[in-house]
């Protein structure tokens, strides 16, 4: 039996290096060897062990809940023709698990499956196995490791796109982390007017302008709010939430959003969070609450942010700070936890 390295996170904060079996591939099936396996929030939430994040993992976890993918293909079955040996791909797992005959896939939200499989052990692994749906090619002059931040940039490039931007809009973005820079270019790929975001590190504030900031507000605070309105010359047609954590983000968007206008939601936060339904209801606001990527029109969230990163008009492969190997795995998450040390967006490398 040849076997694989997998991390395993046993407990929070603590991960243990184990070797279990390697997948095998079959005929509809390819095998990725994993080249760059990025570090999400949502990880470190389960890594810290607290809020709500718990309830949806639990320990050990091996694979310890990767989902940011990006590999070359190694094997790949008889009747597979998408893909061959040697391509280099980032992989949208949600539709390579898709079953592709249900209400969800048909309408394009592929996360939502009613019969979604895993065709083995993701996460922080050394090899996976997919079918050949949903594995993309990765564009000349993108590294295949930096490319697994294609996944959370897809995040925000569908939560843009549900936000329906006509053209001219002001938006506000609250953070300023891979999701918050990444939607912040989508916005004015889309046709935004002007864009504001909010930036807590020094390290998030130098990217905000080659990803479409016209303004940078260095405050995250109570004060923020005024800021941004100024910076924007009124309230905001879009806001785009992108912090969670503990931060008041959302009470935050609900001053910033203009009446009549569209909060998207793309953080975690680790408790409930309160609402005032009065303000929310009295300013006809539309919320949306965007989880991942999936189908929307004729071209996928994945697909169409693998154009945008290509052609630098969202420029997510800069946002890669650091890369270190699996058995340094722990290191690695300390990094990515800690916004002081310059991390934006830290990727593994098995």
Known sequence: MTTMRCATLVAPSQFRIDEIPRPEVDDRTVIVKMEGLGICGSNLHWWNGGGAATGLMQFPMPGAGGHEFAGTVVEA???????????????????SGSCGACAYCGSGLFIHCENRRMYSLPGYVEYIKFSEKGLHPIPAGIETHVAAVAEPCACSVAGVR??????????????????????AAAAKS???GK??????????????????????????????VASVRSALGGGADVV????????????QALEL???????????????????DSWKAVLKDVAVIFSLTYGLQGKKSDYALTLDLMASRKIPAQDLVTHVLPLDQIGEAFHLAADKSTGAIKVVVRP
């Open 77 to 95: 079955g008889s009747q597979v023709t998408r893909v061959r040996v040697g391509d280099r791909v980032a992989i949208d797992q949600f539709e």
């Open 195 to 224: 864009v504001a975001i909010t930036a807590r590190y020094e390290s998030q504030a130098a990217h905000a302008t080659a990803f479409g900031a016209d303004a940078v507000v260095r405050s995250t605070g109570p004060e923020a």
């Open 257 to 275: 959003v203009r009446p009549g206008g569209t909060i998207v939601v793309l953080g975690l936060w680790d408790e409930l969070v309160p609402v």
């Open 190 to 192: 889309f046709g935004a």
């Open 162 to 183: 549900r936000a329906r931007l006509t053209g001219g809009e002001r938006v506000a973005v609250l953070g300023a982390g891979v999701l918050g820079l990444c939607a």
């Open 240 to 251: 785009i939430e992108s912090v969670g954590g503990h931060a008041p983000t959302f009470e």
